[in-house]
């Protein structure tokens, strides 16, 4: 239990840490995101939503259960759609959930930290 406990503890910090990089990107705005010639920012955003949905998949079922008010299959939706289907991202979509989908998904779970 205490392993499993513990394993939950630290996935939970890896998804703080992605969002609060979502949130560097966030901050820097819009035209910076969305400048064509440079997809820097982008990229990383793909990487970062990916990695965010990999660690939610690793949550142990119990605790995703424990949440039904989180869209876990649309989390789940959105990385196979950027792994799979790269060369026709719609990068507003990444933009929102940097933006707006990332930060729910922590108050959600309860790790907001404002």
């Known amino acids: 239990m205490?392993?499993?406990?513990?394993r939950t503890d630290a996935l939970l910090a890896d998804i703080?840490?992605?969002?609060?990089?979502?949130?560097?990107?966030?901050?820097r705005g819009r035209d910076v995101f969305f400048d064509r010639a440079d997809r820097t920012?982008?990229?990383a955003a793909k990487a970062i939503v990916i990695d965010l949905?990999?660690?939610?998949e690793r949550l142990p079922a119990e605790y995703r259960e424990k949440h039904?008010?989180?869209a876990w299959a649309e989390l789940r939706a959105m990385r196979n759609y950027l792994a799979h289907d790269y060369a026709n991202t719609d990068y507003q979509i990444?933009?929102?959930?940097?933006?707006?989908?990332?930060p729910r998904l922590l108050r959600q779970l309860g790790l907001a930290e404002d």
């Open 94 to 102: 990444v933009w929102n959930a940097l933006a707006t989908d990332f």
């Open 2 to 6: 205490t392993h499993e406990f513990d």
């Open 16 to 27: 703080r840490d992605l969002v609060r990089h979502a949130r560097l990107i966030t901050a």
């Open 68 to 70: 039904p008010e989180v």
């Open 41 to 43: 920012q982008q990229l």
């Open 53 to 56: 949905q990999t660690a939610v």
